[in-house]
Nanobody, 124 residues
Framework: VQLQASGGGLVQAGDSLRLSCAASGRTFSTYHMGWFRQAPGKEREFVAAITSSGGSTYYAGSVKGRFTTSRDNAKSTVYLSINSLRPEDTAVYYC??????????????????WGQGTLVTVSS
């Protein structure tokens, strides 16, 4: 599976943004998808995840209520909608894919495939 993230850019605090992650291959619907981000000088952190069917979503506590992940299996694409952007949301956002169990859905090490990342910069 190859993943291509897009939709990042320079935005102002309070704006909204939707990131996309397009996957190649015919088996997209069998993968759970995760979103992670890495801010400058910080470690990568889990942001959100969605199960292969789209039936369940998971969020880091720090983004719950502002971030929404969804997917369109017919388009092999997963989305991350971000509302009320804050300067501390500035980071490179990565999408990732994993198959099998959803145990430890937030563990980046358990994801097999990663996109190249898209940069979101939020100005105050």
């Amino acid at each position: 599976v190859q993943l291509q993230a897009s939709g990042g850019g320079l935005v102002q605090a309070g704006d909204s943004l939707r990131l996309s992650c397009a996957a190649s291959g015919r088996t997209f619907s069998t993968y759970h998808m995760g979103w992670f981000r890495q801010a400058p000088g910080k470690e990568r952190e889990f942001v959100a995840a969605i199960t292969s069917s789209g039936g369940s979503t998971y969020y880091a506590g720090s983004v719950k209520g502002r971030f929404t992940t969804s997917r369109d299996n017919a388009k092999s694409t997963v989305y991350l909608s971000i509302n009320s952007l804050r300067p501390e949301d500035t980071a490179v956002y990565y999408c990732a894919a994993r198959a099998g169990t959803i145990i430890n859905i937030s563990a980046g090490a358990l994801y097999t495939y990663w996109g190249q990342g898209t940069l979101v910069t939020v100005s105050s």
